[in-house]
C-alpha cells in the first residue's frame, strides 16, 4: 500500500515507478500465469504503456483475487461487458424506409482476442507502481442461451453496481452477486440496450439527418425536393441537455 | 392615564389595533431590512428592487402573491388540525405580544407576573408546529415536528434560567417594572446611564438570545425547518395563505421575542431617569408615551440584526449536538449566574 | 487511522442495534424515508431510501437512473468528432474536462499527438473548468449544511471563470471546444492577462470560504468524524479523486501517469488528509481549487507559441485497437476505454466516470448514521448526476 504520510500534505511529484519500456507489465502477464496457469489465455503488453490480458471464463474471480493481492492492484476502476457481434443497424443511418443493405457479421474481437461474442472487460490500478490492467474474460453462452460469469462481489466491493449494470445492459449474470436489480431502466424493460443487435430506436424511426441533411445547391436541382423533409428539424430528442 | 380617559370599547380597540400594529411592523421591518436587503448585501447582490423604490414594496407584492395562490391540503392530512396550526402558531405570537409595555402608559395589559406569563405563552406555539407536522401526514413534516417539539422544549429552560437572573435583580416580575428598575437604577452610584441588566447580566443575556435562536428556529438551530434534509420540516406541506401565517409568525416571533430581550436587558422603552430628573413610572412626561415605542423599535432593530445576521452566516447543528448544547453547556451556565446573582443581591 | 476505523466499526454496531430494535416486537417501528428523487440535497434526481429508526439510518439505497440518457450506446452510432459533444454533457460542470479524456484516447489510437501550445491550453481549460465546477461545490457546501451565504459567493466568482471559458471557447457550459489533434481555435486576444486577475479572484474566494465556513466551529462539528471511509474501503469501492486523496491515498491521476497534457511541465502539491471523514473531503476539494488557479498560473507563465492543430486528415479514421484514458477530473477519475474498429465511429466507448464509484459506497458509508449526516456525506461526496447516470 502507499506509505501514508503524517503530514497533512504530502510534497509533490514523486518519480512514478513504472518507467517507460519496463519489465514491469510483463510481470504482471508473469504473474497472473504463475498464478492462473492455463487460466490465463491470452496477453498483450505495450510496453510504457498498458496491458491487457485475457482469462478463462472459470479463471475469471480467480484472476480478481490475483490482480488485487498478487500483482497488487488494489484499486477497482470498472467492470464492463462489450458485445463484439458487428451492429446488424450499423450506425443507425440507414434509410428505415429502404430494405436493409448487407452488412458483415463477422465477428472481429480486440486486443487479445476472443472465442465468444460477449466478453467482460475489467480494469483495476496499481497506485504504487502507477499502472493499470484491463483484463478480460469470455462470456460463452450455455444452454438456453444465458450468460453467467462469476461476481466479482468479493474480491472488489466496488464491482455491485458495475455489475448490476452490465448486468442489465448485456444481459450477462453474474454469479454470487445477490442484488442484480436495474440500474437505470424500469424493472419490467425488456432488452438488454447495449447489446448490438438492440435497435437504437431514435436511429429507427426517422432517417438521421446527418445523412439526409444535403443542402442543396443554389440554382442547382433539388433532388430531394422538400420529400424527405429530414432536414434541419430532425433532433433524436437523445440529446437533451443536463441541466443545471 | 391617557387610556383611562377612553370608554372600554375605544380602549380594546385601540389595544386590538396596537396589538396587531406591534406583531406585524417588526415582522414587516424584519422581513424587509434584513431579510431582502441585508442578507443580500451580504451575498453581493441587491435582492428586490423592482417593486417600488429599492424594492420596498416587494413585501406586498409577496402577501400578494400568496394570498393568490392555491390553498392545497394534503389528501391523508388531518385536515382540521392542519388548518388550526399556522393560526395558533400566529396567536402565540399576539398573545405574546401582549405583556410588551411600549411607554409609561401605552401597554396592553400590565400584568404582576408578565416575565412568567411571557415566558409560559410563548411556548404555545410549539403546539402548533408539532400539530403541522403531525397533521400533515408527511414523514418530513413529522420529522420536522418532532425535532421542532424537542428542540423547543429544551431551549424553554435555558431561556426561563437566564430570566431569573434578571427578575431576582429586579425584584419583580412585572416586565414595566424591570424597566424602571433598569432606568432609576445606578451603577456605583453615577446614574447617567441607569443600570441595563446587559451590563450585569451579560451571561443572561448571551443565554438568552442563544435560547432566542433556537426558540426562533433560526440557523444555526433551524432543524426544524432545514431545508436541505427536511425540504421544509413541518411547513412542507403549507402552501399559499397558510405558508403566510407561518412565515409572518416567524418573523413576529423575531420581532416579540427581540423587544422582550430589549426589556429585560436593554432598558425597554425608558431613557435614564436621570437625564430629566423623573423619579418614578409616574412621574414620566407624557411625550414618552410616543419616544418610547421608537426607542423600543430602535433596540428591537438591532438585537433583530445580531438574531439575522448570525442567521446568514452560519450553519446549521445537528439534533443530537443541539440537544447536547442545550443541556449541558446553557443550562449549567445559567444556573451557576442565577447562583452568583443571588449572592450577590443579598450581599448587596 | 486505527481509532478512525473503530469508529467505523461503532456505527456498524449501532446499525446493528437499530436493526435488531426494528425486529423487536411492539417497540418501535421503522420508518423508510424517500431522500429524493426531487429533493433539495440531491443535486438533480438520485433517490437515496434509507430506512430509519428515529433519525438513524438503518440502512440506504440509492437509486439512480432518472436521468439516464444512454451515452454508451449512443456513442456507437457517432463519428469520433461527433461524441464530444455528448460527452460534455456528463459531468456538466466541469464540461471540457470531460472531453479531454477521450479525445486524448482516440488520438492515442491514432497515433495523433497534439501540438504542445494545444496541449498547454487544454491544461488550462481543464483546471478552468475543475476550478467551475468544485468552487460551485464549496459554495453548494453550506447550502447543504443550512449556511446560505457561500453559496451566492460561489456563484459569484464562478461566473468569472465561465466567462474565461466562454470567451476563450464560445459555450459557457459546454465548450466542445477540444478536437483531435488539437483544438479549434488559440485563445483570444488579452485572454492571459484577464486569467491571472481571475485567478487572484479565485485565490481570494477560497479565503473567504475558509474563513466564513471552515473555520466555522459548527461546520467543523458538523463534518469532523462523520461519514469516514477508510482507505482500504476507499480502493475497494474504487473511488476517486478528492474522496480518495482525503482517505489518505496520495494518488493524482495528473501527476501520477504519462499522458500528453502539460502536468509533468510544472510543479504542484497534490493534497491528501489522513482522516477520510467529510471535512477531509471538503478540506481537500478547497485546498485542489486554491492549487487549481496556481497551477493555471504557471501554466500561463510557460505557454509555448506554436500551431493548436496537429495534422489530421480530413475524414477522421481511427485505426483498429484499444485504449483506456482517464484523467483526474473534478469529480475524480474519469476514462474512456475507447474499442475502435477502423470505422469512422467507435465500436465501443465504456465511459468509466467518477460520481458512479463514489457514490456506490453510500449504502456503505451511510449505516448507522443521521439523517443530517446524511446530507453532509453526499455532500461531501459530492456527485452530479449526469456523472452517475451517463
Given at each position: ?244 | ?70 390553498d392545497?391540503q394534503?389528501?391523508?392530512a388531518d385536515k382540521r388540525i392542519f388548518k388550526i396550526a399556522p393560526l ?44 403541522a407536522?403531525?397533521s ?102 403549507y402552501?399559499?395563505f397558510r405558508?403566510?401565517i ?103 | ?390
Open positions: 500500500m502507499v506509505q501514508l504520510s503524517d503530514a497533512v500534505a504530502t510534497a509533490s511529484t514523486p518519480e512514478p515507478l513504472a518507467l517507460p519500456g519496463d519489465g514491469l507489465r510483463e510481470r504482471v502477464v508473469q504473474q497472473l500465469r504463475d498464478v492462473l496457469g492455463e487460466g490465463l489465455v491470452d496477453s498483450l503488453v505495450k510496453p510504457g504503456d498498458d496491458v491487457w490480458v485475457r482469462v478463462r471464463p472459470e479463471a475469471w474471480r480467480a484472476a480478481g483475487f490475483a490482480l488485487r493481492d498478487v500483482v497488487g492492484c488494489q484499486h477497482f476502476s470498472f467492470l464492463s461487458a462489450i458485445d463484439w457481434m458487428p451492429s446488424p443497424f450499423g450506425r443507425g443511418e440507414d434509410d428505415p424506409t429502404a430494405p436493409p443493405p448487407e452488412r458483415s457479421t463477422e465477428v472481429r474481437h480486440g486486443y487479445t482476442g476472443g472465442d465468444a461474442r460477449f466478453q467482460v472487460f475489467a480494469r483495476v490500478t496499481n497506485l504504487v507502481e502507477h499502472f493499470g490492467v484491463t483484463i478480460k474474460a469470455d462470456v460463452p453462452a450455455g444452454e438456453n442461451g444465458d450468460l453467467v460469469v462469476d461476481s466479482w462481489l468479493s474480491v472488489y466491493a466496488g464491482a455491485n453496481w458495475h455489475e448490476r449494470e452490465a448486468h442489465e445492459m448485456f444481459g450477462i449474470r453474474f454469479a454470487g452477486h445477490p442484488d442484480l436489480r436495474n440500474m437505470y431502466l424500469p424493472t419490467e424493460f425488456e432488452g438488454h440496450p447495449l447489446r448490438k443487435d438492440f435497435p437504437l430506436l431514435a436511429r429507427m424511426v426517422k432517417p438521421w439527418p446527418g445523412i439526409v441533411d444535403v443542402e442543396p445547391l443554389p440554382g442547382g436541382d433539388d433532388p430531394n425536393d422538400g420529400t424527405t423533409s429530414g432536414t434541419t428539424s430532425g433532433t433524436t430528442g437523445d440529446t437533451e441537455e443536463g441541466g443545471e | 392615564m391617557v387610556a383611562a380617559d377612553l370608554p372600554y370599547w375605544a380602549q380594546s380597540l385601540l389595544r386590538v389595533l396596537g396589538g396587531t400594529v406591534a406583531v406585524l411592523l417588526p415582522a414587516g421591518t424584519i422581513v424587509y431590512l434584513f431579510l431582502f436587503k441585508m442578507m443580500s448585501f451580504m451575498q453581493s447582490r441587491l435582492g428586490p428592487m423592482e417593486a417600488g423604490p429599492y424594492g420596498s414594496m416587494q413585501l406586498f407584492a409577496e402577501v400578494g402573491k400568496w394570498l393568490q395562490k392555491e392545497i394534503p389528501e391523508l395558533i402558531v400566529l396567536v402565540s405570537t399576539f398573545i405574546l405580544v401582549a405583556v410588551v409595555p411600549f411607554g409609561p402608559d401605552a401597554w396592553f395589559t400590565n400584568f404582576e407576573t408578565g416575565v412568567f406569563y411571557a415566558l409560559a405563552v410563548s411556548s404555545v406555539s410549539v403546539l402548533g408546529i408539532l400539530i407536522g403531525w400533515s401526514a408527511n414523514k418530513y413534516s413529522l420529522l420536522g415536528g418532532l425535532r421542532a417539539a424537542g428542540q423547543l422544549i429544551a431551549y424553554e429552560l435555558p431561556m426561563v434560567l437566564a430570566v431569573i437572573g434578571v427578575v431576582i435583580q429586579a425584584g419583580t416580575l412585572n416586565l414595566q417594572g424591570i424597566v424602571v428598575s433598569q432606568n432609576a437604577g445606578s451603577m456605583f452610584g453615577w446614574d447617567g446611564l441607569g443600570n441595563p441588566y446587559i451590563l450585569t447580566q451579560f451571561v443572561g443575556f448571551l443565554v438568552f438570545m442563544i435560547s432566542v435562536q433556537a426558540e426562533l428556529t433560526q440557523t444555526p438551530f433551524d432543524m426544524p425547518i432545514a431545508e436541505s434534509e427536511l425540504v421544509s420540516g413541518y411547513m412542507t406541506e402552501s399559499g405558508f403566510l407561518f412565515f409572518i409568525a416567524e418573523f413576529a416571533n423575531v420581532g416579540v421575542f427581540t423587544l422582550i430581550a430589549s426589556i429585560l436587558f436593554l432598558g425597554g422603552w425608558g431613557i435614564p431617569f436621570s437625564w430629566f430628573g423623573w423619579t418614578s413610572v409616574d412621574s414620566i412626561d407624557n411625550w414618552m408615551n410616543v419616544v418610547g415605542p421608537l426607542i423600543m423599535v430602535t433596540k428591537m432593530i438591532v438585537l433583530s440584526f445580531i438574531v439575522m445576521w448570525v442567521r446568514f452566516s452560519y450553519p446549521r447543528l445537528r439534533e443530537d449536538q443541539l440537544q447536547r448544547f442545550a443541556w449541558k453547556v446553557l443550562i449549567p451556565v445559567s444556573l451557576v449566574n442565577i447562583m452568583i446573582t443571588a449572592v450577590l443581591k443579598v450581599m448587596f | 487511522m486505527t481509532d478512525l476505523v473503530d469508529r467505523q466499526k461503532l456505527s456498524y454496531i449501532a446499525a446493528q442495534a437499530a436493526d435488531a430494535r426494528l425486529n423487536v416486537e411492539l417497540e418501535t417501528e421503522g420508518m423508510t424515508l424517500n431522500i429524493g428523487p426531487q429533493h433539495p440535497a440531491t443535486h438533480g434526481t438520485l433517490r437515496i431510501i434509507v430506512r430509519l429508526d428515529g433519525e438513524q439510518v438503518v440502512w440506504a439505497d440509492p437509486s439512480a437512473g432518472y436521468m439516464h440518457r444512454g451515452y454508451e450506446k449512443l456513442t456507437e452510432v457517432r463519428t469520433f468528432p461527433q461524441v464530444t459533444s455528448l460527452i460534455n454533457r456528463i459531468d456538466w460542470l466541469g464540461s471540457f474536462a470531460n472531453e479531454v479524456p477521450f479525445i486524448l484516447a482516440a488520438e492515442k489510437l491514432m497515433g495523433v499527438e497534439a501540438p504542445p501550445r494545444a496541449q498547454w491550453i487544454r491544461t488550462i481549460l481543464f483546471e478552468l473548468s475543475r476550478i467551475a465546477n468544485v468552487s460551485l461545490f464549496l459554495g453548494d457546501l453550506g447550502v447543504q449544511l443550512g449556511a446560505i451565504t457561500p453559496v451566492f459567493m460561489a456563484f459569484r466568482d464562478r461566473e468569472y471563470v465561465l466567462n474565461l471559458i466562454e470567451s476563450a471557447t464560445g459555450g459557457r457550459f459546454h465548450p466542445n471546444f477540444d478536437r483531435i489533434g488539437g483544438l479549434k481555435d488559440d485563445l483570444p486576444k488579452g485572454w492571459i492577462l484577464e486569467t491571472r486577475q481571475v485567478m487572484k479572484k479565485l485565490r481570494n474566494f477560497c479565503d473567504e470560504i475558509e474563513n466564513l465556513l471552515f473555520g466555522n466551529a459548527i461546520f467543523q462539528i458538523r463534518t469532523r468524524g462523520i461519514g469516514i471511509i477508510p482507505k482500504e474501503v476507499a480502493l475497494q469501492y474504487g473511488l476517486s479523486g478528492a474522496n480518495l486523496r482525503a482517505s489518505g491515498v496520495d494518488w493524482d491521476l495528473r501527476r501520477d501517469q504519462k499522458i500528453p497534457l502539460a502536468y509533468d511541465k510544472i510543479d504542484f502539491k497534490v493534497w491528501t488528509h489522513p482522516d477520510g471523514d467529510s471535512f477531509a473531503r471538503c478540506w481537500i476539494r478547497l485546498q485542489e481549487t486554491r492549487e487549481a488557479t496556481l497551477i493555471v498560473d504557471k501554466l500561463l507563465d510557460g505557454l509555448p507559441a506554436g500551431p493548436v492543430m496537429a495534422k489530421v486528415p480530413r475524414i477522421i479514421k481511427v485505426p483498429e485497437g484499444e485504449a483506456y484514458v482517464s484523467t483526474e477530473n473534478p469529480l475524480g477519475e474519469m476514462g474512456y476505454y475507447v474499442v475502435s474498429q477502423g470505422d469512422l465511429g467507435p465500436f465501443r466507448v465504456k465511459i468509466r466516470t467518477a460520481s458512479f464509484n463514489n457514490i456506490s459506497i453510500v449504502p456503505w458509508v451511510l449505516r448507522g448514521v443521521f439523517v443530517p449526516d446524511v446530507i453532509t456525506i453526499l455532500a461531501s461526496l459530492y456527485f452530479i448526476l449526469g456523472d452517475i447516470d451517463k
